[in-house]
C-alpha cells in the first residue's frame, strides 16, 4: 500500500458511499474495521468509482442496497465473498490472478460483502447506473442485460479477463497522485471511462484494433 493510510470506521462508511451500510459483527463491535486507503467517488451524473487498497481489521459483514447498474469490478489482490440478493459470488485474486467481473443489475439489490480478519484487499470498481446510458442516448435497461447475459431479467454476472492495459490503468487508478483537486478527477473520470471501454469491448467482442495508417 502507499504511504498514505488510514483507519476506516463503521460510522464512515455510509457517509462515503453516500447511503445506509449496516455492519455486522458475530463478537464485540469495533469501531475501526479497515487500514489502508477507501474512496468512492461520484465522477459524474451516473458514473463513479470505487477503489480499495486495504487492510481488512475484523471479521464482519456490511450491506446496502444498491440501484440499477452497471458495475466492472477488477480484483488484484485478495479473497471476497459476496452476495446479490440470494446469489453468492466467491473471488480469490492475486497480483498473478487478478479477476474481472461484471455484475449487471435492472432492479435494485441487497448487496452483502463478508470482511475477513487480515485480509489485504486491492480492487477497484466502476459503475453505470441507468442515468448514464440514458444521457447518451442508449435504451438503459436493454444494454445492461445485453453487455452480460441477454437471458438475464435481472441479475446477470459475467467474468472478463484483465488485460495488461487495464492492469496498468487500475494501478495509475488506485495510486492516483495529483493533488490538484480539478486535475485529479479529470484523471479518474478519463481511466475510468478507459476501463469501462476496455472491458465492454472484451464483453462484446470487439476490442479495439490498431488504427489504419493512410498512405
Known sequence: MGAKQELV??????RRIGA??????????HDSLFKGRLSWQRLRSGLSLHC?????LHDFSTQVEV?????????MAGHSAVCYDDRSLSIAASPKRPEGIAVA?????????????????????????????????????????????????????????????????????????????????????SRALELAHGVIAQLTGQAASPPKTQR
Open 20 to 29: 445506509p451500510v449496516r455492519v455486522s459483527e458475530s463478537g464485540a463491535a
Open 67 to 75: 440501484a440499477p447498474r452497471l458495475s466492472f469490478v477488477l480484483f
Open 105 to 189: 443489475l435492472t432492479e435494485p439489490a441487497t448487496f452483502t460483502r463478508q470482511a475477513q480478519r487480515g485480509t489485504h484487499i486491492r480492487k477497484l470498481s466502476v459503475c453505470l447506473t441507468p442515468e448514464w446510458f440514458e444521457s447518451g442516448g442508449f435504451d438503459a435497461h436493454d444494454s445492461l442485460r445485453a453487455l452480460v447475459d441477454p437471458q438475464s431479467q435481472h441479475l446477470a454476472m459475467r467474468r472478463w479477463v484483465p488485460t495488461a492495459r487495464l492492469l496498468a490503468l487500475a494501478e495509475l487508478t488506485l495510486n492516483q497522485a495529483t493533488e490538484n483537486s480539478l486535475l485529479q478527477h479529470l484523471q479518474q473520470e
Open 9 to 14: 470506521r463503521s460510522g464512515d462508511l455510509s
Open 52 to 56: 480499495s487498497d486495504c487492510i481488512e
